[in-house]
């Protein structure tokens, strides 16, 4: 899909951070747009934001993890904008701690979210954009963490491995029926957003107790943070990956010979060297 102006985009996690760049990526480039996320306060103003920029705006407050929340943000932008030609699938949560020490709740959340979210997206979205016979794009935030299996995450990367095995799956089912959409696994690193404070809008029954395994995370994931990438060079990837249907999305360069290496010790029979998110190494 390499034209953007007059269509349609969806933008999940968009209160803020790389759903937020996007957002105004798109609305740069003369999209209307559906936007959603969990709180109110951030999508509006990120609604004030893209409307400046003169496009059709519809703001919906969504939990992704509900099934019936993202079918009614689906009802309302097909309804209301007329059809969907891109879809993201951004929203998303962080969780450190070892998979044996974490509580059951803390892999729920995660997987309600990071995984949930994009089949949610899937199953509300994809078939009505078959359906419509356009050309057609679906981006879904993995994270590098989808790709490389580091320790002291667990509950965030068992997340985002499943994410992006569903992006994967996605895109070949899509390939084998010969449709018009295509897909892309994004795998952000590094990026300056709001995702170390995720926490703060997880639901009450799901909240547990923090261990020293997720305090010393948390401090791991705020200072990866801090020393990210800005959110807009996310979503100038993004536009370039679906203008050139790449289904692989690196904001870093630098995890390329860190995949390679991966697949020789993954070939060979052996276990992968511990990562280093940056691969600066």
């Given at each position: 899909?390499r034209e953007?102006?007059?269509r349609?985009?969806v933008?999940?996690?968009?209160?803020g951070?790389?759903?937020r760049?996007?957002a105004l990526?798109?609305?740069r480039e003369?999209m209307d747009l559906?936007?959603?996320?969990?709180?109110?306060?951030s999508?509006?103003?990120?609604?004030?934001?893209?409307?400046?920029?003169?496009t059709?705006?519809?703001t919906?407050?969504?939990?992704v993890?509900?099934?019936?929340s993202?079918?009614e943000?689906?009802?309302r932008?097909f309804?209301?904008l007329?059809?969907?030609?891109?879809?993201c699938n951004?929203?998303?949560v962080?969780?450190?701690?070892r998979?044996?020490?974490?509580p059951?709740a803390?892999?729920e959340w995660?997987l309600r979210v990071?995984?949930?979210g994009?089949?949610?997206g899937v199953r509300?979205?994809?078939?009505?954009?078959?359906?419509?016979d356009?050309?057609?794009?679906?981006?879904?935030?993995?994270s590098?963490a989808?790709?490389?299996?580091?320790?002291?995450?667990?509950p965030?990367?068992?997340?985002?491995?499943?994410a992006f095995?569903?992006?994967?799956t996605?895109?070949?089912?899509?390939?084998?029926?010969?449709t018009?959409?295509?897909?892309?696994?994004l795998?952000?690193g590094?990026?300056?957003t709001g995702i170390?404070?995720?926490?703060?809008?997880r639901?009450?029954?799901l909240?547990?107790?923090?261990g020293?395994?997720s305090?010393?995370m948390?401090?791991?994931?705020?200072?990866?943070?801090a020393?990210?990438i800005?959110?807009?060079?996310?979503?100038?990837?993004v536009v370039?990956a679906?203008r050139?249907?790449?289904?692989?999305?690196l904001?870093?360069?630098?995890?390329?010979p860190g995949?390679?290496?991966?697949?020789?010790a993954l070939?060979?029979?052996?276990l992968p060297?511990?990562p280093?998110f940056?691969w600066t190494?």
């Open positions: 899909m953007f102006e007059g349609t985009v933008v999940t996690g968009a209160g951070g790389i759903g760049a996007l990526r798109f609305a003369g559906a936007l959603a996320d969990v709180d109110e306060d999508l509006e103003a990120t609604g004030r934001k893209t409307r400046e920029h003169g059709r705006v519809l919906q407050v969504t939990d993890g509900d099934e019936a993202v079918n943000l689906a009802d932008a309804a209301e007329g059809g969907v030609h891109l879809l951004n929203a998303g962080y969780m450190g701690g998979l044996w020490t974490r059951p803390d892999f995660t990071n995984l949930w994009i089949l949610h509300a979205f994809v078939p009505r954009m078959i359906g419509q356009t050309e057609g794009h679906i981006v879904n935030t993995c590098v989808g790709l490389f299996a580091g320790p002291g995450a667990a965030y990367t068992v997340s985002k491995w499943a095995a569903a992006s994967l996605l895109a070949q089912e899509l390939a084998l029926e010969g018009r959409l295509r897909v892309s696994a795998c952000p590094g990026v300056v170390h404070l995720s926490e703060r809008r639901p009450a029954s909240r547990t107790e923090p020293e395994d305090a010393f948390a401090e791991m994931i705020a200072a990866t943070v020393g990210g800005p959110p807009d060079e996310v979503a100038a990837r370039e679906v050139e249907k790449r289904f692989l999305v904001t870093h360069p630098a995890y390329e995949l390679a290496e991966q697949a020789a070939s060979e029979g052996r060297r511990m280093d940056e190494g």
